[in-house]
């Protein structure tokens, strides 16, 4: 629990509410990287900042020439810190996509689908399989193109009978 940033300081099922301070003696502090979390005997663990630098410096090649293999939960082997390291930050990339992505959908002045026939996606979009694998920048490119080619159906003027807009739940 300790290596993902979850720490538990009691075994009570409560969880505390007051900014990570214990509320009671049998209360659990639970946080999930958090600027700091409390350890069993009330000493700080190192902060996010600090275990961020730290994986920057693990870090000693470009995320974006690395393979699938060579993250969790493909690699088992190796190096834990370092391939720790490395998913954490082709993870960031894609969550950095997806909040670009929910910040365009969210703009009013934006098209809800910029439409393109299928013979001009497949002139845009490399559906092919290769026989080798491709490297993680390719993969990041691939998910921008998607997002961008799809129904933006968290758009403030997508209605739908199931659904409309984004629903942050």
Known sequence: WRRRGIQSSSTSPLLSTNRGKPLGRSMTTIQVDGEALQSEGGKKEESRDSREQQNRILLNQDVGTLHYHELWPVCQDGDFDDTDAKTRE??????????????????????????????????????????????????LVDCKDALK?????????????????????
């Open 90 to 139: 082709f993870l960031k990339r894609v969550i950095s996509i997806l909040m670009d992505h929910i910040t365009y959908q969210n703009d009013r002045g934006n098209k809800i689908l910029d439409f393109h026939s299928p013979e001009q996606l497949k002139e845009v979009v490399d559906f092919a399989i290769p026989d080798e694998p491709l490297n993680l920048d390719q993969l």
């Open 149 to 169: 080619y799809q129904v933006k159906t968290g758009h403030p003027r997508f209605f739908n009978q199931l659904s409309c807009g984004l629903d942050t739940i």
